[in-house]
């Protein structure tokens, strides 16, 4: 099967906004078994829309649209692919109910201009949207069949894994059921890891497992695609390798699935009983907000301070350290634990090299521990300019506190590490 992505609107095309939903989808084709052949994006304009339908229908056996579903006059997705399809648009009434009932469990009236995201080409196969007022639908152009998802990743993402792609599936002759397995991990790059798990996929009773990396600093998400006759199957197969997967990769996997670390982090706190309080530098704070994004957050979190002085961190907290130390990093910790009355302290301190524009500078990192049961100190430097040395030490400074939590080694040595 020829596969073509198609993507919408103005704000793709112009750079304004990456284009992360092709790449998410042409990775899960492929992942999958299924072949992209094209990726096309074009802008809201109604000729240039049709156009751009009627060649991917020329050349492909199914085409991926992506965006153009909203409310707004320039969302033009359901108008011109009734006029490709030489057919009408007409109201579905059962998923303007759901929009209506969306509004009224939020105590809003429903703006008269989404009544425009029910109207769909005559005859065309209805694909739910479980989260959101932009219903899909699949409807054949020129002997092609189009399948219209929204443009939120979010939703996208779910449609394409619970709808769309069993359709494709189904279509090409593909039998059975896929899972896609992911572990996180922090402090291994994508070729030490391949290193690592060289030889995994043998371990699959029959096969059909697929190995793969995404890097996207500072974590590395390696990627198990595995098809089955049955959800049976899957288990059966996938099994022993997710086994040598976290026996090889090892402390270095800090989260599975949709999990992320701070949610690990949070979890091992609330486990027991415990509870936070945070020193950053450099960072923006930066490390409070990914905790605060977790649901329930606010039970374990007690305090953040942000501050680039040290001077100013220091006397925020009652301490009159004058510089960054190991030193200056457990003495903040202390006092901030006596102050806010957390269980567990942690202090991210950083310092930048002089000329932290350039792409080989490099920055120190000091992280302070306390937790009832210890008090630890973390040195690091990290090199690549300051947004890189940004990412490294957040991600650290939670690791940090996840391995302390589970018990694991906090001075492992990380590859992209300079002592």
């Not at 005559?122 to 069949?145: H, L, Q, S, Y």
């Not at 996208?156 to 896929?178: A, F, K, S, Y």
Request: proline content about 4%; some cysteine; aromatic content about 6%.
């Amino acid at each position: 099967m020829r596969i073509e992505i198609l993507c919408t609107g103005d704000e793709i095309l112009t750079g304004k906004t990456v284009n992360t939903n092709y790449s998410h989808i042409a990775q899960r084709l492929s992942e999958a078994g299924l072949e992209v052949y094209w990726g096309t994006t074009v802008g809201d304009d109604r000729v240039s829309l049709l156009t751009s339908f009627r060649q991917a229908a020329a050349r492909a056996d199914a085409v991926i649209v992506n965006g153009g579903l909203g409310p707004t006059v320039d969302d033009l997705s359901q108008e011109v692919a009734a006029e490709a399809a030489g057919v009408s648009l007409v109201l579905h009434e059962p998923w303007l109910a759901r929009m209506e009932a969306f509004y009224a469990r939020r105590n809003r009236p429903m703006p008269p201009n989404n009544r425009k995201q029910a109207m769909l080409p005559d005859g065309a196969e209805f694909i739910d949207n479980p989260i959101g007022t932009a219903c899909g639908f699949a409807v054949t152009i020129e002997g092609t069949r189009f399948y219209f998802t929204p443009g939120v990743p979010r939703e996208m993402r779910q449609m394409l894994e619970e709808q769309v792609l069993p359709r494709l599936l189904d279509n090409v002759g593909l039998q059975g059921v896929t899972r896609l397995k992911r572990f996180h991990s922090f402090g291994i790059g994508e070729s030490r890891a391949d290193e690592m798990l060289a030889g995994i996929k043998a371990l699959a009773p029959g096969g059909g497992v697929k190995l793969g990396f995404q890097a996207h600093y500072p974590e590395l998400e390696t990627k198990l695609a595995v098809r089955g006759a049955d959800q049976d199957e899957l288990d059966r197969k996938l099994a022993p390798i997710e086994t040598e997967v976290r026996r090889r990769l090892g402390n270095f996997i800090v989260a599975e699935d949709g999990q992320t670390l701070e949610a690990v982090v949070l979890g091992g706190l609330r486990a027991r009983g415990g509870s936070l309080a945070l020193a950053e530098t450099f960072t923006g704070g930066a490390i409070a907000s990914r905790l605060l994004q977790v649901e329930g957050a606010d039970e374990v979190f007690r305090r953040g301070l942000v501050s680039r002085d040290p001077t100013e961190l220091a006397a925020a907290v009652g301490t009159a350290a004058r510089e960054f130390s190991p030193a200056t990093a457990l003495e903040i910790c202390l006092a901030l634990q006596q102050q806010s009355g957390a269980t567990h302290t942690l202090a991210v301190l950083v310092t930048m090299e002089r000329g932290a524009e350039a792409a080989e500078a490099g920055g120190a990192i000091t992280i302070g521990l306390i937790s009832p049961e210890a008090r630890i100190v973390r040195e690091a430097r990290l090199v690549g300019g300051r947004e890189w040395v940004r990412l490294g030490a957040v991600e650290m400074g939670l690791d940090n506190l996840r391995r302390h939590l589970l018990g694991l080694p906090t001075d492992e040595r990380l590859d992209f590490e300079r002592r």
